[in-house]
Structure formats: structure tokens, C-alpha cells
């Protein structure tokens, strides 16, 4: 009797793991297939290219400034699915948001909107973030460059 209970608790386990991992895989396939903001902005104050030397994955991403918001996010790429799929998904909330704030972004930024990926990808999908932090560090002239470690704890 105890292993039936078992049995049943365990193919329930494998369902919701399997649900769970089907829906970040059709965000991940939507977001990449159907690509927001994937343009070279013109007027834009300033652009950043940052690159993933260990996949070769690379973007470039330009913004619009306003006082100390982002008023328009754009970005150009060369990356895998993952990559591609975050920066079209970034731009679904990066917009109105104060420069300080977005500095302080780090992977749980995606992981907390539903964006999650294996361990393995944590770089792939947090790049057009790191791009975005570099940009406006450039833009600040603070002499702050970002690197994959600041965004990403337990690598």
C-alpha cells in the first residue's frame, strides 16, 4: 500500500516538474520567435556592445535617456535563443525606470519575472542585462564596468 502512495506522489512530482519546465521553455520560444525592440535605434544617447566570450553570444543595445529614466530600449544581436529571448523580454519593463535602479539589477531580476534558466545558461540570459548596466555606466562616465560575477551569485 505505502508504495502505491508513493508511486502516485512521485508521478505527480514528475507532472508539476514537467509543467513547470514546459512553461519557461514556451516563454523562452515566444520571446525568441516573436523578438520585441530588436532594432537599431536612431537618436538613441548612448549604445553598449557586451559579448559572452565563453558561447560567443554578443548584443548591442541602445538607449534613450531622459533625466535619469530610460525612455526607449532597443537592441541589435548575434546570440543564442536565450539571449535573444531576454533582451526582447527586458524590454517588456526596462521603460520608466530610474538609472539607479536598473544598476542594482541582477539575474533574480529575470529569474523573478519567470525567465528561468539552468545554471549552465544564467549567462546567456542575463547579457542584454549586463549590457544595459554598462551602457549606463558609460553614460554616467563613472568609470564602472560590470562584469557576469556582479550580476550573478552563485556561478
Not at 12 to 30: A, C, G
Not at 39 to 56: P, R
Not at 70 to 83: A, E, F, G, H, L
Amino acid at each position: 500500500m505505502l508504495f502505491v502512495i508513493h508511486k502516485y506522489v512521485l508521478f505527480f512530482i514528475i507532472i508539476f516538474m514537467w509543467l513547470f519546465n514546459w512553461e519557461e521553455n514556451i516563454i523562452l520560444k515566444e520571446y525568441s520567435k516573436n523578438p520585441i525592440k530588436n532594432v537599431e535605434m536612431e537618436n538613441f544617447t548612448v549604445k553598449y556592445h557586451e559579448g559572452n566570450f565563453i558561447c560567443g553570444d554578443d548584443i548591442t543595445v541602445f538607449l534613450k535617456i531622459d533625466g535619469n529614466l530610460i525612455k526607449d530600449y532597443s537592441y541589435t544581436w548575434n546570440t543564442s535563443t536565450v539571449s535573444l529571448a531576454s533582451a526582447s523580454f527586458l524590454s517588456e519593463f526596462i521603460l520608466d525606470v530610474d538609472l539607479q535602479e536598473i544598476l542594482k539589477w541582477n539575474y533574480s531580476i529575470i529569474e523573478d519575472r519567470w525567465l528561468v534558466v539552468s545554471k549552465k545558461r544564467k549567462r546567456a540570459v542575463i547579457l542584454p542585462v549586463l549590457a544595459v548596466r554598462n551602457a549606463i555606466h558609460e553614460y554616467l562616465s563613472d568609470w564602472i564596468v560590470d562584469d557576469f560575477d556582479d550580476l550573478i551569485e552563485d556561478q
